[in-house]
């Protein structure tokens, strides 16, 4: 069973009814647990840092401005030498995981926060973008700006980069920006993820093992986003789903995070989780009515029309809420 949900890609996977779907999941092991309809009401505290949805719309643009993030390319490597930059001026400890992959070159960016010892947290988004737009029959050869698919994500999390050298959470947090997420072909099985794949088989600053839980982003910025409970959040992180969507109700942003169910998908999270044994969650858009992730996905037009900044102002409230009143030992249940 786990080859043939490894064998199709991701947006295939989506495309699969959601019965057909939860069937194969549930063949593979037991179903998670159910999420309660009311979860109880999570501490958000008051003194947390102000997200500022425009600074991470500025993060946006300078991701774009340095052109497609295709691993192997000067753009790739000017916007990544911009990212360890930026992560440093914030205050972070910078590991770069260096290396080639099934024959692409890989270049992971750890970036380190907070104390060393105990329990760390993973963050995470991928920094690269798709160089073939195939959801678009004229320009399926053409590389997809990657506004909301890939530098949604990354600007969200150096916008929280800032706000902790401001503020500092008092536990260990990786950010880490995954390389080669976006390479993947149809029916080529792993071919998506791989500078997650990558982390897990090379020589880490932290191993999975030093890791309590961990949130990704992805496709974070996109108008009037829903962000539905991706089933692999669901059945390896329950705990933290049913928080952070406790949290984002509280804030007023239930719109944006509707308490109900997604198709589980293979994204960077699914290695992490399944593979590394992380309990992940998955924030990433769906579209409600099942046909695919965001309508730009995947085609030259994921620019920055897409992006609107009240999106980006929801997740990062939900986020810097999330963690300013969370730690490693209060969320996971021992
Ligand atoms: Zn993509």
């Known amino acids: 069973m786990r080859k043939l949900l490894l064998g199709i890609k991701r947006e295939q996977r989506f ?20 999420l309660p309809s009311s979860p109880p009401p999570v501490s958000i505290p008051a003194d ?83 160089p073939y737009a195939d959801r678009e029959s004229q320009n399926a050869q053409a590389p997809v ?13 150096l916008e929280l980069a800032r706000l902790m050298a401001q503020k500092p959470l008092p536990y260990p947090v990786d950010i880490i920006f995954w390389d080669a997420e976006d390479l993947g072909r149809e029916g080529v099985e792993d071919s998506y993820c791989l500078g997650s794949q990558y982390w897990l088989t090379a020589p880490q600053p932290y191993p999975p093992r030093a890791y309590a839980w961990g949130i990704h982003l992805d496709m974070v910025g996109g108008r009037n986003a829903t962000f539905f409970q991706e089933g692999y959040s669901r059945k390896h992180a329950p705990f933290l789903v049913e928080r952070l969507w406790a949290v984002a109700d509280q804030l007023g942003y239930k719109r944006y995070f509707p308490p109900l169910p997604a198709e589980p998908i293979v994204d960077d ?17 769906r579209d409600p009515t099942g046909a695919g ?17 009240a999106t980006l ?13 969370a730690s490693p030992e209060v969320v996971v249940p021992h």
């Open 145 to 157: 700006p990657g506004a909301n698919d890939g530098a949604s994500g990354v600007a969200v999390l």
């Open 15 to 34: 495309w699969l009814s959601g019965g057909l779907m939860w069937l194969i999941v549930a063949c593979r092991s037991s179903s998670p647990p159910p």
């Open 48 to 130: 947390r840092p102000a997200f500022s949805a425009d600074s991470a719309y500025a993060h946006i643009v300078q991701q774009l401005k340095f052109g497609m993030r295709i691993p192997g390319t000067p753009a790739h490597k000017k916007t990544g030498d911009w990212l360890v930059a930026t992560l440093q001026r914030y205050g972070a400890r910078v590991h770069q995981q260096v290396g080639t992959y099934k024959g692409t070159p890989i270049r992971n960016i750890i970036a380190s926060f907070g104390p060393e010892g105990g329990k760390r947290i993973l963050l995470s988004a991928h920094w690269d973008s798709r």
């Open 269 to 285: 999270p699914f290695y992490l989780s399944e593979r590394g044994g992380i309990p992940m969650v998955n924030i990433i858009q």
């Open 313 to 325: 102002q929801a997740v990062g409230e939900v986020l810097v809420a999330f963690l300013y009143g």
């Open 293 to 309: 992730f965001f309508p730009e996905w995947h085609t030259t037009r994921d620019d920055l029309s897409v992006i609107d900044k």
